[in-house]
T-cell receptor, first 110, second 111 residues
Framework: EDQVTQSPEALRLQEGESSSLNCSYT??????LFWYRQDPGKGPEFLFT???AGEEKEKERLKATLTKKESFLHITAPKPEDSATYLC???????????FGKGTMLLVSP | NAGVTQTPKFQVLKTGQSMTLQCAQD?????MYWYRQDPGMGLRLIYY???????DKGEVPNGYNVSRLNKREFSLRLESAAPSQTSVYFC??????????FGAGTRLSVL
């Protein structure tokens, strides 16, 4: 059974204070690891897909990295508008379905 | 370009009532999915449809039925609603194994 564990459950940062979110996973044959952002009352919004260990992707203040056991979402100099819940999901080879973690709720204070 | 549209946005039901949640996508995607999201539980897959004419069970299918009406539409039916089905329901679509795009959700309360 595929498993995804995200930590911490919640994170409070001051504006400009960089940090990282962790996503550790167990999957039989990883095809891809997905990061989504979810704002309150809205559906998840796609951020990144990572396919192989060592891969990195960046978007504005966010950078996602992948190893064989975990992924990190690094947030550099965050702003209040980065406040959201960040979801990690894994996709097994040959399947279109995703297994999601429970998410990390990020709050960035001015 | 609307993407994935879910109706209704909010619904309150009494125990035992039935209802259908509607989902439509305009991206010409082959695959569609229904998830539920509960506090502390994350997103869990209820049913999915890899292509028009096929449906498969996900992690939590009990108490639900689905219909892939055509390539655009995928509905989720609760035949006899229970309080345990109080949740936020999300529909998503993808082109095969690629990125899943989500709708805005249906917030369902079963009293």
């Amino acid at each position: 059974e595929d498993q995804v564990t995200q930590s911490p459950e919640a994170l409070r940062l001051q504006e400009g204070e960089s940090s990282s979110l962790n996503c550790s996973y167990t999957v039989s044959g990883l095809r891809g690891l997905f990061w989504y952002r979810q704002d309150p009352g809205k559906g998840p919004e796609f951020l990144f897909t990572l396919y192989s260990a060592g891969e990195e992707k960046e978007k504005e203040r966010l950078k996602a990295t992948l190893t064989k056991k975990e992924s990190f979402l690094h947030i550099t100099a965050p702003k209040p508008e980065d406040s959201a819940t960040y979801l990690c999901a894994v996709q097994r080879s040959g399947y279109s379905t995703l297994t999601f973690g429970k998410g990390t709720m990020l709050l960035v204070s001015p | 370009n609307a993407g994935v549209t879910q109706t209704p946005k909010f619904q309150v039901l009494k125990t035992g009532q039935s209802m259908t949640l509607q989902c439509a996508q305009d991206m010409n995607h082959n695959s569609m999915y229904w998830y539920r999201q509960d506090p502390g539980m994350g997103l869990r897959l209820i049913y999915y449809s890899a292509s028009e004419g096929t449906t498969d069970k996900g992690e939590v299918p009990n108490g639900y039925n689905v219909s892939r009406l055509n390539k655009r539409e995928f509905s989720l039916r609760l035949e006899s609603a229970a309080p345990s089905q109080t949740s936020v329901y999300f529909c998503a679509s993808s082109e095969g194994l690629n990125i899943q795009y989500f709708g805005a959700g249906t917030r369902l309360s079963v009293l």
